[in-house]
Structures are given as C-alpha cells and as structure tokens.
C-alpha cells in the first residue's frame, strides 16, 4: 500500500534544494517513502483537512519504488542506518555539550571590552 498522507502521523517536508522527506511520525513504515503497511495499527486519518481543498503546497508525488523493495531489503538499510546514529548519538552530544562549555569560558571580546572596574 502506497504511504497514506491523508494519516495524521504522516509528514512531508520540502527543502529550498528541492529534497523531500516523508515519514511516517511514529516510525511504523519500515519502507518509507514508499510504502505503508498494509493493515497498520498506527493508522489514523486526519480531520482537520478531509474535506479541504489543496493549493501548492499539495505533498508532492511518492518518488519510484527502488528494486529490490519486495524482499525487505530497504527496510534491513534503513534500520541498519538508524542503528549507526543511534550507537554515535551520545558521543556527538558530549562533544556538542563540551563545545558549549568550552565556549562559555572563554571570555569575548565584549566581556573584554565592557567588563566592570574595581
């Protein structure tokens, strides 16, 4: 089943080079974009706009459906992927912190400039 963006835990997101995300927001669609699971309990539709009628801002066309889809292929590379930025998640978050920290005791140029007179 193709991904339901009528589904209010589906997104889609343009950027100005003109990339697309689509997701699904409580990660049930092993093989996004293309695809949502055909019986998923996650499914809810949306009801703010079930009856609007879109402009421009329409989500754009699901892209093609890679070969190799069927046999679950994609979905082992996505979780593989996710597995890589999980096991480094923490690491870079402590080098982010000590960065921060490492910033804050620094004194600028402006601390220099306006600092107070004993």
Known sequence: ??????????????YPNGDTVRKCNIDLAPD????????CSGYERRLADAAWTHG???????????????????AAVLD???????????DVKAEVDAERAAAQTKPG????????KR
């Open 1 to 14: 089943m193709p991904m339901r963006t009528e589904c209010k835990n589906f997104e889609s997101r343009s």
């Open 32 to 39: 996004a974009p293309w695809r949502c699971p055909e019986n």
């Open 109 to 116: 140029m402006f601390s220099r400039l306006f600092r107070k």
């Open 80 to 90: 593989a992927a996710e597995e890589i930025l999980n096991a480094i998640g923490d």
């Open 56 to 74: 421009t801002l329409v989500v754009p066309p699901t892209p093609p459906e890679p070969a190799g889809l069927e046999d679950g292929s994609a």
